[in-house]
């Protein structure tokens, strides 16, 4: 067993919370893996990776031998809002379902829905080892989101839906440019770095078909001057990119890096259909591909030339995308489905398990521009952590960690979760706030949407 990388016992005497006897995944660096207790201090980062059994004090300690720790994982694409949307849109192509559901049923969200689609879907992505996600809103009532994040306790950097046009927009998402700016600047203003940074503002022009030029420019320039994050869709089916095609006469995420939105630090989730001059787009920009393999084959998308863009150095991370197209948000599904449809597309080897596994964490964390602080277990860096009980019938083999956590692990074996040295999930139990309370307001304001919407 390697020394522990990093502080030794006696230089924590005391710890605010000790998680004893962990194998830790710690994706650092050397991608280290070692038994230690993992010491919190009382600034929720992490303060040592202690030898094991240490005496090192500690206001609280769980007993986790026997268990595996790693970095909370990050999901880099999400819509809160469709939460709620679960199985109401199914068996379409994308613009279809756009159309047809998507949009109106957001047009008709009011605060108190986007509040409980937002808490049901964080509950679950807490439940599944989420820890930090980056999430579309839709274009109204986006504080309700930011509320619901913030009572939450998860680490959430989103922003609302910027669409100024585009065919078949309701009049209730349709917003005029200015207007669209001043709301999104007002939020930028109200909420990025609150909650002693736990929540941050991204700006989120929906695609390429439902924002004009002008929108897009403004948002590249607000991108530069104030080091927000951009976070949008590229790419996602054939027919959008045949589209962007035939109506500007380039291609899309050239028409994305044309508007100055590749070269900074953007989140462009999917990424399905690239022309092969796009790779040394994204290559030499700072943008990261967001794979979204849950989504992408239920609406029949493709399948993501994922190895192809690790082999060029594109940053890649995964996301769920929305529960009205996918249905679950569950983390460890869109890492084993990665893992597989890699090996669908190209054969054997594909991306190796560590590859993915490092998809989900540090490449995510590296996404929402979070890799100094979270992402990995490192002293200084955020305890944000999920436990896993791998002593399962489902796990155990002589595999390798990464391939136990990407082949073999579930949500269900989430055992802990902790953001910012919080514990948000104990036992399987959701401690953040009441999970049958958020069942429950889910229902209720589900029916009153559908109602609103005109949806029987
Ligand atoms: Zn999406």
């Known amino acids: 067993m390697p020394a522990p990388p990093t502080a030794a016992a006696n230089a924590q005497p005391h710890a605010a919370l000790a998680l004893r006897g962990a194998h830790v995944v710690t994706m650092d660096p050397l991608r280290t893996l070692i038994d230690a207790d993992v010491l919190v201090g009382a600034d929720g980062r992490v303060a040592a990776l202690a030898e094991p059994a240490s005496n090192v004090s500690a206001d609280q300690s769980i007993d986790v031998s026997g268990h595996v720790v790693v970095p909370g994982l990050v999901q880099a694409h999400i819509h809160l809002c469709q939460t709620l949307f679960r199985g109401l849109a199914e068996e379409q192509t994308l613009l279809e379902w756009l159309r047809e559901r998507i949009w109106p049923l957001e047009a008709a969200h009011d605060p108190a829905s986007l509040h409980a689609s937002a808490s049901l879907g964080i509950a679950d992505l807490l439940l599944g080892g989420t820890t930090a996600i980056l999430d579309m809103g839709t274009v109204h009532h986006t504080d309700a989101v930011f509320e619901a994040a913030a009572e939450s306790g998860i680490r959430y950097t989103g922003g609302k839906a910027l669409m100024d046009a ?263 139990r959701l401690l953040a706030f009441s999970e049958s309370d958020a069942v429950a307001a889910a229902a209720k304001q589900r029916e009153a949407l559908l109602k609103r919407a005109g949806i029987t």
């Open 166 to 428: 585009g065919d078949g927009v309701p009049s209730g998402l349709l917003e005029p440019t200015a207007q669209a700016l001043r709301d999104n600047d007002r939020l930028a203003d109200r909420w990025h770095g609150s909650h002693d940074g736990r929540l941050r503002y991204a700006y989120s022009p929906r695609f390429v078909l439902t924002a004009t030029h002008d929108l897009l420019r403004s948002i590249g320039a607000r991108a530069r001057a104030n080091s927000l994050l951009v976070h949008t869709h590229a790419s996602e089916q054939r027919e959008e990119t045949d589209i962007v095609r035939q109506r500007f006469g380039v291609t899309n995420i050239r028409l994305l890096a044309n508007l100055g939105l590749a070269d900074i630090n953007a989140c462009f989730a999917h990424c399905v259909w690239p022309e092969p001059e796009e790779f040394d787009v994204l290559a030499s920009g700072g943008a990261t591909v967001v794979h979204c393999p849950s989504c992408n084959m239920k609406l029949g998308s493709g399948v993501a030339p994922i190895a192809e863009y690790l082999d060029r150095g594109v940053n890649v991370a995964l996301g769920a995308d929305g529960a009205a197209s996918n249905n679950r948000l569950d983390a460890f599904e869109e890492i084993r489905l990665a893992g597989l449809l890699s090996r669908f597309r190209d054969g054997p080897p594909g991306v190796s398990a560590q590859q993915l596994f490092e998809m989900a964490t540090i490449a995510g964390a590296r996404a929402l521009g979070l890799d100094a602080d979270i992402g990995s277990i490192e002293v200084g860096k955020y305890a944000d952590l999920c436990v896993l009980d791998l002593q399962r019938a489902h796990v155990v083999g002589p595999e390798d960690v990464y391939t136990q956590l990407v082949y073999s692990a579930r949500a269900s074996d989430v055992r802990h979760v902790l953001v910012g040295g919080r514990i948000l999930v104990q036992d399987g």
